[in-house]
């Protein structure tokens, strides 16, 4: 038996119930992220491999890759593979998440901080953002409009990953850490805001930053970025129920 197969099966991996795959199989791999089973920079075994360890559809463990990725623990590298992103010193921050409870009061705390963190940051974007990037973010608001208003977890991946690009855009150590350290929250957050609202306002207004930044207007892209999330507030400020996922 090889050393790497070996290794794969010594793993504390426990069975999927069909129920919420995808889910299930985000849970784990990220349980494992946090408590140091792949290193930083360590390539994670592939897509075939990980299908076969859990058990599940190749679907399931793209889609819980694609979601981590998305958070930031994990980077994709072209032709090479998946891997770990340094997550090591954000093991206490995670610690905070659950002291939040995902209720309207909570849910807007994060979304009042997404209006300072990210409004704040598009400046420094527009000022460093290379012509590759606005087609990655052009990509990314495709990917958003075509996507099906029933695949709530495939929205908030790309919803994410959107904002996320910014952080990266703006090679901002900082920045990064803090949306990685919020990437729970923000999961939770979009998970409601996207079952209470759907995708509409998303992709309305995913395009027009986009636009913004494509012609490197400052102002713009800070006004739209503000109005994205501050009706985000207004409509969870006024429902009647804000479901918690």
Not at 120 to 127: K, L, S
């Amino acid at each position: 038996m090889k050393k790497e197969e070996f290794m794969l099966q010594d793993m504390k991996l426990t069975a999927i119930n069909t129920e919420k795959v995808h889910n299930q199989v985000y849970d784990q791999l990220k349980h494992m992220l946090l408590e140091g089973t792949w290193k930083p920079g360590e390539k994670i075994p592939s897509e075939n491999k990980l299908t076969n360890i859990f058990g599940v559809s190749r679907i399931s463990v793209r889609s819980a890759i694609k979601s981590l990725i998305a958070q930031g623990f994990l980077e994709a590298r072209q032709g090479e593979g998946t891997f770990v992103v340094d997550v090591s010193i954000d093991q206490n921050f995670n610690l905070l998440i659950p002291m939040m409870n995902y209720i309207r009061e909570s849910i807007l705390e994060v979304l009042e901080f997404r209006r300072v963190f990210e409004v704040g940051m598009m400046p420094v974007v527009i000022e460093k953002i290379t012509p590759e990037q606005i087609q990655e973010l052009e990509n990314n608001v495709i990917a958003l409009e075509q996507a099906d208003d029933a695949d709530i977890d495939e929205n908030i991946t790309i919803d994410l990953a959107f904002h996320r690009m910014f952080c990266l855009i703006a090679e901002n150590k900082l920045l990064l850490r803090v949306n990685q350290i919020l990437s729970e929250l923000y999961r939770h957050t979009m998970a409601s805001v996207v079952t209470s609202m759907g995708s509409r306002y998303g992709r309305y207004y995913h395009r027009e930053i986009l636009e913004a930044v494509r012609v490197k207007d400052a102002e713009a892209a800070r006004n739209i970025m503000e109005e994205h999330i501050v009706e985000t507030i207004k409509y969870i400020q006024q429902a009647d129920h804000v479901p918690i996922k």
